[in-house]
C-alpha cells in the first residue's frame, strides 16, 4: 500500500519568514495530493491540493510543488503570520476511491 | 456554508459502556469516511461509505466497532463494549465520488475511562 512521509514533524518560524514542508510518497500511482491544515480543537481543513498532471499550484501565500518522478511533493507558505500556526497535514491517494493516506503532521509554530 | 456536522463533539464514558457517534454529511455527497487520530497513529481511515454502502471498513476493529448509514444525511460509528485504547479523536468527512476532495467535520473527542 502507499506510505507517506512528511518532514519536519515541528518547524518553529517568525513572522513574515517562509516555511516548507515536505512530503514523499511510494505509490507511483497516485495523483492526488492534497495539504490539510488542522488547528487546535478543529478538524483539518482542506487548504490546498495538486493533481499529478500538473507541477506546481498557488493560492495567494501558499503555494504546493509535485515531483512524480522522484514522488515527493511540498507546501510553501510565504510572508507566515501568527494565524498560520497549526498542524499540517499532507496526503497521497489514486483515482477510484480517492482513501488517502496521511503523513503524520507537521506542527507549524509561527512566532509573532 | 455547507459543513459535515458531528455529535457529540465530547464524550466521556466508562469502560464496557456502549458509545455512538453521529455525522451528519455535506447536502449532496455521497461519500462518507470515518476516521480516528491518536498521537501515536496519527489519522487512521475506519470505514469508507459510498452511496451509503460500505466499501471498506479493514480498518475498523470488526468485534467492537460498527459503522452504518441508515440514511443519506446520517452516519453513525458505534463501539460496543468501549476501552481505554479507544480514546481518540474521531472525525467524519464526506465527499463526492467523481472528486477527490473531503471536508472533515469538527470531530468527537472520546475518552474512555
Known amino acids: 500500500g502507499e506510505n507517506v512521509e512528511q518532514h519536519p514533524s515541528t518547524l518553529s518560524v517568525q513572522e513574515g519568514d517562509s516555511a516548507v514542508i515536505k512530503c514523499t510518497y511510494s505509490?507511483?500511482?497516485?495523483?492526488?495530493f492534497p495539504w490539510y491544515k488542522q488547528e487546535l480543537g478543529k478538524g483539518p481543513q482542506l487548504i490546498i491540493d495538486?493533481?499529478?498532471?500538473?507541477g506546481e499550484k498557488k493560492d495567494q501565500r501558499i503555494a504546493v510543488t509535485l515531483n512524480k518522478t522522484a514522488k515527493h511533493f511540498s507546501l510553501h507558505i510565504t510572508e507566515t503570520q501568527p494565524e498560520d500556526s497549526a498542524v499540517y497535514f499532507c496526503?497521497?491517494?489514486?483515482?477510484?476511491?480517492?482513501?488517502?493516506?496521511f503523513g503524520r503532521g507537521t506542527s507549524l509554530i509561527v512566532h509573532p | 456554508d455547507a459543513r459535515v456536522t458531528q455529535t457529540p463533539r465530547h464524550k466521556v464514558t466508562e469502560m464496557g459502556q456502549e458509545v455512538t457517534m453521529r455525522c451528519q454529511p455535506i447536502?449532496?455527497?455521497?461519500?462518507v469516511f470515518w476516521y480516528r487520530q491518536t498521537m501515536m497513529q496519527g489519522l487512521e481511515l475506519l470505514a469508507y461509505?459510498?452511496?451509503?454502502?460500505?466499501?471498506?471498513d479493514s480498518g475498523m476493529p470488526k468485534d467492537r466497532f460498527s459503522a452504518e448509514m441508515p440514511d443519506a444525511t446520517l452516519a453513525t460509528l458505534k463501539i460496543q463494549p468501549s476501552e481505554p485504547r479507544d480514546s481518540a479523536v474521531y472525525f467524519c468527512?464526506?465527499?463526492?465520488?467523481?472528486?477527490?476532495?473531503?471536508?472533515f467535520g469538527p470531530g468527537t473527542r472520546l475518552t474512555v475511562t
Open positions: 468527512a464526506s465527499g463526492l465520488s467523481t472528486l477527490p476532495e473531503q471536508y
Open positions: 505509490d507511483s500511482a497516485s495523483n492526488y
Open positions: 495538486i493533481r499529478s498532471n500538473v
Open positions: 496526503a497521497a491517494s489514486k483515482g477510484g476511491s480517492y482513501i488517502p493516506t
Open positions: 447536502l449532496g455527497h455521497n461519500t
Open positions: 461509505f459510498r452511496n451509503r454502502a460500505p466499501l471498506d
